[in-house]
């Protein structure tokens, strides 16, 4: 399978200038939770997204979406949005970001590759305007620090829409450690990092599984759901004692709220739970407690199905055949930018046996599962050569 370095050849007859890896973001618990300010644990994982660029002799921007197998340009004198952009947008927006901050940017040629290069919009615009972004600071010796670059691609969300990334996400990016998690405040953007524990040396193995459904298989529940979440906080801010937060109110409390509909309580009290689940989450991270993890990540499932009814069928037959097995910890659906992927807790040796239903899974709906261990991985980086071209 061609790397990034042999495709960027091939479109453009040039060995690219920079090649930029970037992490993909996993939200392991709490992916909602800026809609009450809660909390969320956050890491990167190996997959994500490759970004390779070399300079063009004229004015003009070329890019190749690999992995989607499709095209774009753009002249960068007079940069205008267009509803064909998509995934083009956090390009034309970093240009435009760079442009009104002063920083010279000449034409260049763009390939990018991997899962975040077909993800939802908010995960595909944090991830091209952050690799971007390092490639143009490392090509033009912008010499900006992380801290610079992660707002530079934040405001650059005033020009669209629709492709905007999310804070938590950049930061994350620019951010992670090796084998570690962050912990977000979302109130105040306060973070923090601490080890995973669930290593090759402990008892029990996280993994991720690729469930391989259609990329927007679930993409457009999500969107709706969320702006629906929006809605249904404003509300709740409206109806609510004054300077009580969001995060911290009751169950009970939203049920008699009666400004509320019932499909808005139904939001709200997942929104609420997800950021309780993140918090519930941390303290058995930190204990490296996996049976008291499995549990959270159960009612964290349960709750995505019956409160916000972000699910499907395929996912929904793997999470029961994962409840019927007891080295099975727990699993439940992650963020990743990409719909219909789960994270699961195995007692290590027993992996074998979960292998078993992929297989049956693949045999029932025709989609291949992707099974690979979640070992949380570093920050965005510069590299000199394509280690994992399957990326």
Request: aromatic share 8%.
């Amino acid at each position: 399978m061609k790397g990034i370095i042999d495709i960027h050849k091939a479109e453009y007859g040039v060995t690219p200038d920079v090649v930029v890896e970037v992490p993909q973001v996993t939200t392991l618990l709490g992916a909602f939770s800026e809609f009450c300010s809660g909390y969320a644990l956050m890491s990167t994982n190996t997959q994500g997204l490759r970004v390779a660029l070399s300079r063009r002799e004229d004015t003009q921007v070329h890019i190749l979406n690999s992995t989607k197998k499709e095209r774009k340009k753009f002249q960068l004198i007079g940069i205008k949005a267009r509803k064909e952009d998509k995934w083009c947008t956090p390009v034309k927006s970093v240009c435009q970001i760079l442009s009104a901050s002063e920083l010279p940017v000449s034409g260049f040629n763009l390939t990018i590759k991997g899962q975040s290069a077909v993800a939802d919009p908010p995960a595909i615009t944090a991830a091209i305007s952050s690799g971007l972004l390092l490639a143009l600071n490392k090509f033009f010796g912008y010499g900006l620090d992380s801290n610079s670059l992660v707002r530079l691609a934040y405001n650059a969300n005033r020009y669209s829409d629709t492709y905007k990334s999310r804070l938590r996400d950049l930061i994350t990016i620019f951010s992670s450690e090796p084998g570690k998690m962050l912990r977000f405040d979302l109130e105040t953007y306060a973070y923090s990092s601490f080890p995973y524990p669930f290593t090759a040396e402990s008892g029990t193995g996280s993994w991720f599984i690729d469930c391989s459904l259609p990329a927007d298989e679930l993409s457009e529940e999500v969107a709706i759901f969320r702006t629906e979440a929006g809605k249904a906080f404003s509300a709740l801010r409206e109806s609510a004692l004054k300077g009580t937060k969001p995060r911290n109110l009751l169950r009970k409390e939203i049920i008699q709220n009666n400004a509320l509909g019932e499909d808005w309580k139904r939001t709200i009290i997942f929104v609420i739970e997800d950021s309780l689940a993140a918090e519930k989450g941390y303290e058995c991270l930190l204990a490296g407690d996996a049976v008291q993890l499995g549990k959270v990540l159960i009612d964290e499932q349960r709750n995505l199905s019956q409160l916000a009814g972000l699910t499907s069928p395929e996912v929904d037959w793997l999470v029961k055949r994962g409840a019927e097995d007891a080295s099975v910890r727990g699993v439940t659906e992650i963020s990743v930018g990409i719909t219909g992927t789960l994270v699961v807790l195995i007692d290590r040796g027993k992996e074998t046996e979960f292998k078993a239903k992929l297989e049956e899974y693949e045999r029932i709906f025709g989609f291949k599962p992707v099974m690979r261990e979640y070992i949380p991985s570093g920050s965005i980086r510069i590299i000199s050569e394509d280690e994992y071209p399957f990326i």
